[in-house]
């Protein structure tokens, strides 16, 4: 089971295949914006993968659409859309914290 690392808040949790960036974060106590719930109708929830991310699901159509709109680096995902699927650690930046 891949450990996710939240920063700047340097929060660890264990990361089932399947769940999102976004619900592994809630449930650990980070804080991260997610004005729209979680439906890929904001972009609060922009973090930046700093490693790992071949254990992240590539991003679909709708979310690319979305981080068209940020000021985004190649690192950018949107944690509701960003799904842990592989067995390494992931080190993501949230960028908008609550
Ligand atoms: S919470 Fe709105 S796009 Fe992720």
């Known amino acids: 089971m ?13 990361a089932k295949s399947g769940r999102s960036l976004l619900d592994l974060a809630l449930d650990a106590g980070v804080s991260i914006q997610h004005a729209c719930g979680g439906f890929c109708a904001c972009t609060t929830c922009h973090c930046e993968v ?4 071949d254990s992240l699901a590539r991003p679909e159509e709708d979310e690319l ?5 940020l000021d ?5 995902r949107l944690a509701c859309q960003t799904k ?15």
């Open 2 to 14: 891949a450990k996710v690392t939240f920063l700047p808040s340097n929060i660890q949790v264990d």
């Open 50 to 53: 700093v490693s790992g991310g």
């Open 65 to 69: 659409d979305r981080l068209e709109l």
């Open 72 to 76: 985004k680096t190649p690192q950018s």
């Open 84 to 98: 842990v699927r592989g067995s390494a650690d992931v080190v993501v930046r949230v960028v908008n914290d609550d």
